[in-house]
């Protein structure tokens, strides 16, 4: 009996003493390295990349799809009221807006971006600067906020909410690139 007690004591010894884990721990939640966030971070500049296109060029359809799920969902408050369209729909509208605007170049780009992950799920604020036609003059500037899920593709956004610059809703400066 006194040798299966210790063996015990033992076995508990060993498993206690056992120090590998698969969890990241988190000290500081301002130096935490957030899992693929580089991958994370690709996967919305490609969206970005995506909508944007130069002179003499058009928005292309399938490259703007495959940065998103099927199912995504684009929300936004350009004016007080919500607007949700999914991403084909989206796609649609925004070709059509570009042919009937006569817009010649769309250019949008992250200026700061901080991304939060979880297993296969990610979230990454992001803002944004648009250019309109000329890349002399930002058109507006904004709030992205890309939800992403982690495919056998890669990371594809699942929905994206954003928010337009105004004069009474200025972006706060944690969401700008330190000066």
């Not at 076995?11 to 580089?38: G, H, Q, R």
């Not at 769309?106 to 939060?116: A, D, I, V």
């Not at 929905?159 to 200025?170: A, F, G, H, N, Y």
Request: hydrophobic fraction near 40%.
């Amino acid at each position: 009996m006194k040798t299966i007690t210790a063996l015990c004591f033992i076995l508990i010894f060993l498993f206690a003493c056992n120090t590998t884990t698969n969890e990241v721990k988190v000290v500081d939640t301002n130096t935490y390295i957030v899992p693929e966030d580089s991958a994370i971070a690709e996967a919305v500049k490609d969206a970005y990349r995506a909508i944007s296109f130069e002179h003499d060029s058009v928005p292309s359809k399938p490259s703007i799809a495959a940065r998103f799920i099927p199912q995504a969902t684009l929300i936004n408050f350009r004016s007080d009221t919500m607007q949700t369209t999914g991403i084909d729909d989206f796609i649609d509208f925004y070709e059509g807006f570009v042919k009937s605007s006569q817009i010649h170049l769309f250019y949008e780009e992250e200026l700061y971006g901080k991304t939060e992950r979880f297993g296969n799920i990610a979230h990454r604020i992001s803002t944004y600067i648009t250019y309109i036609n000329t890349k002399d003059s930002a058109s507006e500037r904004g709030v992205n906020s890309f939800q992403l899920i982690k495919t056998p593709a890669g990371w594809k956004v699942s929905s994206i909410i954003w928010d337009v610059e105004k004069p009474d809703l200025r972006i706060p400066d944690y969401y700008l690139p330190a000066k």
